[in-house]
């Protein structure tokens, strides 16, 4: 749980078979000022209750997920956007994202895109590192409306 919540590498993820999320197994992993011993141990305990099968799930159903969607594939997103995402969030850092979203691809997709956001620092869970800037940026966003 704690490799997951911290993971900042940002080449494409390769997880050799033995090894979690770039780190061999029992390697210590220091937590960051914005996570807490008891909030890693919250979301274990959850995870323990009900799984990860929910999460999983939806890598296991990209194919389905796919398929259902066929009918929206080249429908424009016609309503306004703020997009913030972390510099070391690996769904920005996957080649081929950052071409897309600074290169005029986003925009075409979502004409009312408004601003792009990229956050210094800052992986996938970009609340809960940043969340004051976070909430600042989504207020001030949705406060014009």
Partial sequence: MRTLLTFRRTAPLLVPKGVSFGALPDTPVPLPSWLTE???QYYASEFEKTGFKGGLNYYRALDLS???TAPWNGIQVKVPVKFIV??????YTTPGAKEYIHGGGFKRDVPLLEDVVVMEGVA???NEEKP????EHIYNFISKF
């Fill in 38 to 40: 008891d909030d890693i």
């Fill in 66 to 68: 796919w398929e259902l």
């Fill in 86 to 91: 972390g510099d070391q969030d690996l769904t």
């Fill in 124 to 126: 996938h869970f970009i």
């Fill in 132 to 135: 004051d800037e976070i909430n």
